[in-house]
């Protein structure tokens, strides 16, 4: 079946710089544009970034523009994504989901990663 | 603040059914997907391309949109449907995501 799998939490000073690997199995990672969403304490999802399935054009959130950096490897499944300038608001449960479309009017995230938990602390 | 905007809670007592409302300008032009989520977990599609449902999700939960208004519908709420949704949407450049509904089930 379809699957992400993320690496483990971090926990990071202030300043600092995190960056989280996502690997996909049980569905054709090549041909999908790949998501990462953020989820505050007690808050809804919020979207950072998405890439497209060659890794040549990235789309940032504003609120992330200039800290963010998202990446891909086709030849190990693999999307990473790099946030720098950490500061305590950024901890947060960070996802990974594949993004799909049909029909130019809709899109949907699915599958999801398990979620990598960052916790910016002193 | 999100551009889509959800009803913070919600309660449906056991066996009847519930609206979940989902509100915001880019639903006019493109269908939501609804997710739910439960507590430390990730979040599960359950509606895609306005009433589609992924394998495994029961034929309890359908989508519909007039206008600017998404909603997801659960016709014989369950006990284990009580569980956070949230509805998702793309507008241009960006994918956002409503702020959230706490279904209670009674």
């Known amino acids: 079946q379809a699957q992400l799998v993320q690496s483990g939490a971090e926990v990071k000073k202030p300043g600092a710089s995190v960056k989280i690997s996502c690997k996909a199995s049980?569905?054709?990672?090549?041909?999908?544009?790949m998501h990462w969403v953020r989820q505050a304490p007690g808050q809804g999802p919020e979207w950072m970034a998405i890439?497209?399935?060659?890794?040549?054009?990235?789309i940032y959130a504003q609120n992330f523009q200039g800290r963010v950096t998202v990446t891909r490897d086709t030849s190990t499944s693999s999307v990473y994504m790099e946030l720098t300038s950490l500061r305590s608001d950024d901890t947060a449960i960070y996802y990974c989901?594949?993004?799909?479309?049909?029909?130019?009017?809709?899109?949907?995230?699915?599958?999801w990663g398990q979620g990598t938990l960052v916790i910016v602390s002193s | 603040s999100s551009e889509l905007t959800q009803d913070p809670a919600v309660s449906v007592a056991l066996g009847q059914t519930v609206r979940i409302t989902c509100q915001g300008d880019?639903?006019?032009?493109?269908?939501a997907s609804w997710y739910h989520q439960k507590p430390g977990q990730a979040p599960v599609l359950v509606i895609y391309?306005?009433?589609n449902r992924p394998s495994g999700i029961p034929d309890r939960f359908s989508g519909s949109t007039s206008g600017n208004t998404a909603s997801l519908t659960i016709t014989g709420a369950q006990a284990e449907d009580e569980s956070d949704y949230y509805c998702?949407?793309?507008?241009?450049?960006?994918?956002?995501f409503g702020g959230g509904t706490k279904l209670t089930v009674l």
């Open positions: 391309n306005k009433n």
């Open positions: 049980g569905f054709t990672f090549s041909r999908h544009f």
């Open positions: 890439i497209d399935p060659s890794g040549a054009r990235t």
């Open positions: 989901a594949a993004d799909n479309s049909q029909n130019d009017r809709a899109w949907w995230f699915d599958p």
């Open positions: 880019s639903l006019r032009s493109n269908y």
């Open positions: 998702q949407c793309r507008s241009g450049d960006r994918w956002l």
